[in-house]
T-cell receptor
Framework: GAVVSQHPSWVICKSGTSVKIECRSL??????MFWYRQFPKQSLMLMAT?????????EQGVEKDKFLINHASLTLSTLTVTSAHPEDSSFYIC??????????FGPGTRLTVT | EDQVTQSPEALRLQEGESSSLNCSYT??????LFWYRQDPGKGPEFLFT???AGEEKEKERLKATLTKKESFLHITAPKPEDSATYLC??????????????FGQGTTLQVKP
């Protein structure tokens, strides 16, 4: 149980374009979903927290107009990187939690902006 | 400020050589302490949740323990497939808290055959 999927697993896009990443909880209803980014050999950095049907809460320093988060249902959240630039290249990971404290992570999405 | 510090940063063991990873934390009110395993290029895999001092949990060759200031992840007779980065994270109580996790920097374990 507690499986979280992400799509796509990797994506290459051109500078200035937008890319959408999906995060799905497959076997449970996720009241809260989290989005992280991770640079090589570093730990996870929380970007934002989203609750189903509510606006996401962004961490300090994260541009909400650049990283659009939608949590339309209890099993789906999306992260859209708008007007992507090479510095946005990173490993993006989502996690989901139900009423318990545990967060279950997706497999991650590798974004490369050329 | 809530903070998590893991040590050592990297650890090399021979197969069968038992050892422990440390996670020291300061948090206003501990809701839970979590251990994850992360393989290169993948998302973290949930291992354990500990809620109160004195609690212990085991899974195969791994055993996690918790005190009021730190947690240990004990690895008994490790195998090469245990090689990974082990992440510790805490979750705090509080009205401003959204359930977010505060991660340590991780310990990268390499087990040589």
């Amino acid at each position: 149980g507690a499986v979280v999927s992400q799509h796509p697993s990797w994506v290459i896009c051109k500078s200035g374009t937008s890319v959408k990443i999906e995060c799905r909880s497959l076997d449970f209803q996720a009241t809260t979903m989290f989005w992280y980014r991770q640079f090589p050999k570093q730990s996870l950095m929380l970007m934002a927290t989203s609750n189903e049907g509510s606006k996401a809460t962004y961490e300090q320093g994260v541009e909400k107009d650049k990283f659009l988060i939608n949590h339309a249902s209890l099993t789906l959240s999306t992260l859209t990187v708008t007007s992507a630039h090479p510095e946005d290249s990173s490993f993006y990971i989502c996690s989901a939690s139900a009423l318990s404290a545990e967060q279950y992570f997706g497999p991650g999405t590798r974004l490369t902006v050329t | 400020e809530d903070q998590v510090t893991q040590s050592p940063e990297a650890l090399r063991l021979q197969e069968g050589e038992s050892s422990s990873l440390n996670c020291s934390y300061t948090v206003s009110g501990l809701r839970g302490l979590f251990w994850y395993r992360q393989d290169p290029g993948k998302g973290p895999e949930f291992l354990f949740t500990l809620y109160s001092a004195g609690e212990e949990k085991e899974k195969e060759r791994l055993k996690a323990t918790l005190t009021k200031k730190e947690s240990f992840l004990h690895i008994t007779a490790p195998k090469p497939e245990d090689s990974a980065t082990y992440l510790c994270a805490v979750q705090a109580w509080g009205s401003s808290n959204t359930g977010k996790l505060i991660f340590g920097q991780g310990t990268t374990l390499q087990v040589k055959p």
